[in-house]
């Protein structure tokens, strides 16, 4: 009888499409492990020459392509700034809106529809009208009126600023926080919400003490993905606040800043001898993902802090 | 069900409408609509102070539905509508002037799945009576305490208040979720099949709570389980596809139901 069953169960050929279709997926997989390893390779081994205390505690003078004198301190600043004015504006939005859209909106009606489809529209277009968009939106019309408000004799908020790269930014990474949060709001149990109503909470207690506490990691994953794409993002800010040199640090939203991504992209293009001028760009660039990986980490120790402290107890 | 003696029974009214002794809920030709269609059918029946009254019948009857009239827990959904009164006190809660909120706090409720909130059992307690205002602390604790012993669950859990409701046993969440509805000293507590998800030990247990529970409480309980409606209950009310069939003392229903249809239902013919 074992016999039998042994003979039975024993796979009878060898699957071809079963090996060519894992084969392929495993292939794939180290494809893009591969460009990955070689970027970061590439980068740190190249970036490590020119990369020195010095060079990330300077602020460079005007000629900032000799290695001996520069420095990208102003640049960290701007970038690190930029970020985190951005995640001041776009976290209440984008949880607000979210809240909106799973706790008050009819469901399915068309409006909610239109909105939902607004919000992943906005997701798509491409980072450059975002940058025309806060020029015309947040400068032109916004900025020139507060001079003319506030009685400003020159332009003070009518121009590029460290406020209105922010916003911009904020404006093209809001569907992101938008639909992290969504997500994380319609995974707690509807069970959990009634059981509130049921003891008499009104819908916004509910919210606020039942629902977002439980919604909080979800959200800080939004606003780490949020983060992410902005640290790099040099188009929004072209026309919006970033500067070409300036010799000190900001100081105030109005100013304009000195950024890492476009300083990358300033020293690829701008340089008298491109040979002299690679050590810092390669250093450079290592310094923006060493920024956006730390900006990453720190909001992933607040998140996983967060949860350790709802599974054990508040 | 062994209180109730079988002489009182044989005088009690057969029809619908059999009024327990002290009225105090009354459900007067309630009808319920999802859209445009009819989940309760002109319902009329007449539940007393103090007792427990099951709501038994096949799924899609209507019996949650009418439960969750009680306390409103329908105007949730958008596409509720409802016709006819239903009483509490003598007060319509479906009137224009009623508070919603203050309903609940008479009316409270415990659900089919335990939904304890993802916070310490302590905390779970004493949240209604935070929302309804209650911030001394002594008199906080003392309520929790009161409450967790009335549910029978003191004993098990006051050397980790402070932990997890999420680690608790499904047994034990549902008696926290039943000291949670009676924190807030409700008049009512509804109970949406509160056992159905439980062992038949931790069932056990959620029936002896009930029956210790109604000397203070009036409980309406929906359940599929007939036996335990039989257990646990003083009256019946029995539903067939949105419509009230049968409303009696419990001993009645189960022993000498006065519809074919009930008698059917109980001896497990149908449903």
Known sequence: MNKIQGRHFRAEKFDFWSFFFSGLTGLATLLILGILATILINIIANGCQGFSWHFVSTIPKKDFFDIKTTGVLPMIVGTTFRVLVMTIFVIPVGVITAIYLTEYAPSNSFITRIIRAAVNNLAGVPSIVFGLFGLGFFINFIGKNLDVLLHNSSAVWGQPALIWASLTLAVMTVPVVIVATEE????????????????GATKLETILKIVLPQALPGIMTG????VSRAAGEVAPILFTGVAYYMASLPTHLSDQFMDLGYHVFVLSTQSPNIEQTRPILYATVLVLLVLTFALNIVAIIIRSNIRRKMRSLH | MTEISLP???????GPKAAPSAPFIEIESLSLFYGASKALKNISVTLGEKVVTAFIGPSGCGKSTLLRCLNRMNDLIDSVRID????IGGHDIYGPDVDVIELRKRVGMVFQKSNPFPKSIYENVAYGLRLHGVKNKSELAAAVEKSLQQSALWDEVKDRLHSSALGLSGGQQQRLCIARAIAIRPEIILMDEPASALD??????IEELILELKKDFTIVIVTHNMQQAA????FTAFFYIGELIEFDHTAKIFTNPAKKQTEDYVTGRFG
């Not at chain 1, 709001?185 to 509130?196: C, N, Q, T, V």
């Not at chain 2, 257990?231 to 003083?234: A, E, L, Q, T």
Request: hydrophobic residues 55%; glycine residues 8%; aromatic residues 0%.
């Open chain 1, 184 to 199: 994380s709001l319609k995974a707690i149990p509807p069970g959990l919400r009634e059981a509130s109503l049921a003891l």
């Open chain 1, 223 to 226: 606003g780490i993905l949020a």
């Open chain 2, 8 to 14: 009182r029974i044989a005088v009690a009214d057969a």
């Open chain 2, 84 to 87: 006819g009164a239903v009483k």
């Open chain 2, 200 to 205: 038949p030990l931790a069932t056990a247990r």
């Open chain 2, 231 to 234: 257990r646990i209950s003083d």
